[in-house]
């Protein structure tokens, strides 16, 4: 079988096969550099809690890869239609789907599968005030927009309130399918630890990859721009491996 397109940046997928609730294998393809999956009809639904286990750790391994933005129109990689963005609404808060017309399926973002099982939870006033302090900018969890954290008390573009991985949750979901998994939910030191920590390791590879280029020389904690998704999988896959 050809291997599927990426929706935004045309690449081909990687394929991985995850367990369904029904005992058998599903395929899913993933691009890492658009950071989003193609998910078959009705595939979201059929996923096993476990499987959700292995999709961290691909996530956890593929945390530090360069990424593209997405683009505005984007295809299905079934019958090439225009994919028709929206919106849906779970428990965790509002997230955006890009669906076929056809009916083949949906292009889902990291952070939206995230939204839409559970995983996440809005940031406290204390949390967003302490990252106010620590970085300058975060993305938005639902639709991947950097937002500066210091004015904006959401996401002027898809006005979706500030949300974070949260490891508490992940673990209650999961809770039978990684044994031994006991954490208290993130804290606001936690999670901006995490964030500086996770903006200090990129600064440092993009460095070794370009010698030449000051990336990120000059810049304070307050100018840095956290990825609330990539802190919240380091964080959760350590609970999850302990």
């Known amino acids: 079988m050809t291997t ?40 979201n639904l059929q996923l096993q809690p476990a499987a959700v286990v292995e999709l961290f750790r691909l996530l956890h391994e593929h945390r530090g890869d360069q990424r593209h933005p997405l683009q505005r129109q984007m295809d299905c990689p079934r019958c090439r239609k225009t994919l028709a963005q929206g919106f849906d609404v779970v428990r965790s808060g509002r997230y955006i789907t890009y669906r076929c017309a ?71 979901a999961l809770d039978g399918y990684a044994p031994g998994a006991r954490s208290p939910a993130a804290s606001p030191v936690d999670i901006g630890d995490a964030l500086v920590a996770l903006e200090r390791d990129r600064s440092r590879a993009e460095r070794e990859r370009q010698q030449q280029m000051a990336f990120g020389q000059g810049r304070t904690q307050q100018e840095l721009t956290g990825d609330l998704l990539a802190a919240g999988v380091e964080m959760v896959w350590k609970v999850l491996t302990r």
């Open 4 to 43: 599927a397109a990426c929706p935004s940046c045309r690449q081909p997928m990687e394929v991985h096969r995850f367990m369904a609730r029904s005992g058998q294998m599903l395929e899913l393809d993933i691009c890492y550099a658009c950071q989003g999956l193609w998910l078959d009809q009705n595939e």
């Open 102 to 172: 056809a009916r083949h399926g949906r292009f889902s973002t990291f952070a939206s599968f995230m939204v839409e099982k559970g995983f996440v939870r809005h940031m406290t006033p204390a949390e967003v005030q302490d990252l106010a302090k620590r970085v300058g900018a975060v993305y938005c969890t639902s639709c991947g927009a950097p937002v500066d954290i210091r004015k904006d008390h959401a996401c002027p573009y898809c006005r979706a309130a500030f949300s974070l991985l949260d490891p508490d949750a992940v673990r209650k």
